[in-house]
């Protein structure tokens, strides 16, 4: 097997809450409190979790638009984690974005053909007639016409928008590609289309992908494996089939039983989750999900749980699951 392309080791993300004349850190925001994954090339890792859980930090980080206040992050053997500006410029080209608001994460007052162009330009790659060339490639790579590119974002749908934001993730051949809700703003319809067109790019440019979503059902579809994430923590992780077929943590379960299903019995049969993800500043003793959870044991607010393996690659982090196991 091939070296791991991506390797997070214990990552942390502790933002300082600062209040006061002085604007002292009264306390800390544990957005990511301790997670680790590694990601191999070509491969897709779905990261699940509610709104709040600090999966987008974690995204973030990775990009290093954050710098982690602890853990490593190693991409392509390198130590990234603390790595100046200048030193990472290079390997901002192997490791992009795509946001979930295309519109937001697109200059409306630029035009595609300048959008897509910027690229080369910020790493002063090609002539003029090249970059525009290289647009045109790029518009059809995405299924988009080459006369896009004198348009501007707001005359596009959202679909064709995010074809557009797609573009230039991938515009400078980059190995990995952090995809935060690329298809959560879409109709469900276009879903499957921007689906497609990510499993097909992956295929075609062998690309590794962090695929970042609240919805199970979307991550299914295009994940090796899933990792879930509770209030800055991984609590499951498996191989994508192991995951759906044998979800083993109480939350993977909720999550799972609030995949929208057609048959009404089986819909009253489900259990729902019940209230919110706590704060981050100031999460539950024990078990963080011990509030919420159907199953929790006295125990589940006293001593937290480590992530444990349980067969193969399926890993949890539960009391009842390292009892039985
Ligand atoms: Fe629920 Fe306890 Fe398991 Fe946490 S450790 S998920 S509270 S049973």
Redesign the pocket.
């Known amino acids: 097997m091939s070296a791991p392309l991506l390797e997070v080791s214990n990552l942390q993300m502790h933002f300082p809450v600062r209040e006061g004349l002085f604007l002292r850190a009264r306390a800390f925001n544990r957005a990511v409190d301790g997670v680790s994954f590694t990601i191999n090339p070509g491969e897709t890792l779905g990261l699940v979790g509610e709104s709040g859980c600090g999966k987008s930090t974690l995204g973030r980080c990775i990009t290093r638009l954050y710098t982690p206040t602890g853990g490593s992050i190693r991409f392509a053997g390198q130590d990234i984690t603390h790595m100046r500006p200048r030193t990472l410029r290079p390997l901002r080209q192997d490791i992009q974005m795509i946001f979930q608001d295309p519109m937001e994460s697109l200059n409306a007052r630029h035009t595609v053909g300048d959008i897509l162009e910027e690229p080369f330009i910020v790493h002063r790659i090609g002539d003029r007639i090249w970059r525009r060339k290289r647009v045109a490639e790029l518009l059809n790579i995405v299924g988009l016409p080459a006369r896009s590119a004198t348009r501007f974002p707001f005359e596009f749908s959202g679909g064709q928008r995010q074809r557009i934001g797609i573009a230039r993730a991938i515009a400078l051949n980059p190995r990995l590609v952090i995809c935060d809700e690329p298809v959560s703003a879409l109709d469900v319809s276009i879903q499957s289309q921007i689906l497609n067109l990510l499993v097909d790019l992956q295929r075609e440019f062998n690309l590794a992908y962090l695929f970042i979503a609240h919805d199970l059902a979307v991550v299914k579809h295009v994940s090796d494996r899933v990792a879930i994430m509770y209030l800055g923590k991984i609590v499951e992780t498996a191989p994508s089939e192991t995951l759906y077929r044998e979800a083993s ?3 993977t379960q909720s999550l799972i039983a609030a995949i929208p299903v057609p048959d009404p019995h089986r819909r009253a049969a489900r259990e729902v989750l019940r209230g919110d993800v706590p704060s981050p500043i100031n999460p539950p003793q024990g ?1 963080s ?2 509030p919420r ?1 159907p ?3 006295p125990q ?1 607010s006293e001593a937290e ?1 480590e992530l444990a393996p349980l067969t193969g690659a399926h890993a949890a982090a ?4 390292a009892r039985s196991g």
């Not at 539960?318 to 699951?321: A, D, E, G, T």
């Open positions: 943590h109480p939350y078990c999900f011990h959870c199953r929790a044991e589940c749980p539960c009391h009842l699951l």
